[in-house]
């Protein structure tokens, strides 16, 4: 009768721990303990809780959750304080004299940037019978954007002096070692498009 009893016994205790394991409550294991002079860390308090202390929650970090963008890193992003140096303007300079150079209106473009203002003269087409107008101011505003922010005060003219007066400045940006003398000379060239506008 006892050899009936074991088999009985043992059904009855697979089937106790079969009805836990169907509760989703877990089962018991054996862990190491830490021993009496280890201080608590994350690491040994929960399994839920571990997770929340290894991975930090992405969705509080800007640019990581929901419809935040990542924003450019420096290298990506075009300068905020327009141009600075001399390297950064005969970069910047060849860009937007390219870009206005590709408008159907325009035959030829040239450019002068340093620090928040640009000075831009530019050739017509001949079959252009039109001038400097708002759309066309529009459109070399956005092209200037296109290539380098921050450039605040653009001055626009179809005067051929002033023409040659940017080229050879430009001329002069190349052999430059930094931008003080390049921007006065600029400075006064706006002034002089700004006079003849008025």
Do not use: H, W
């Amino acid at each position: 009768m006892k050899k009936a009893l074991i088999p009985v016994m043992l059904a009855s205790l697979l089937l106790a721990l079969s009805s836990c394991a169907r509760k989703d409550e877990p089962m018991a294991t054996n862990t190491p303990t830490s021993s009496p002079t280890a201080t608590a860390s994350p690491m040994a308090t929960s399994p839920g809780s571990m997770v929340d202390e290894i991975i930090p929650d992405m969705t509080d970090d800007p640019g990581m959750g929901g419809d935040d963008l990542i924003p450019p890193t420096a290298s990506e992003q075009p300068a905020a304080q327009g141009v600075t140096s001399v390297s950064d303007a005969r970069k910047a300079i060849e860009d937007i004299e390219d870009e206005l150079e590709r408008l159907s209106e325009v035959d030829d473009a040239q450019v002068v940037i340093a620090g928040k203002n640009a000075a831009v003269a530019l050739e017509f087409e001949p079959e252009y019978q039109g001038e400097v107008d708002d759309r066309l101011r529009e459109i070399v505003k956005e092209r200037i954007g296109s290539v380098i922010s921050g450039v605040d005060n653009i001055a626009i003219t179809t005067d051929k002096a002033i023409m040659e007066q940017l080229e050879t400045l430009g001329d002069r940006l190349e052999g430059a070692a930094d931008m003080a003398d390049i921007q006065n000379e600029l400075n006064a060239i706006i002034n002089k498009i700004s006079t003849a506008k008025a």
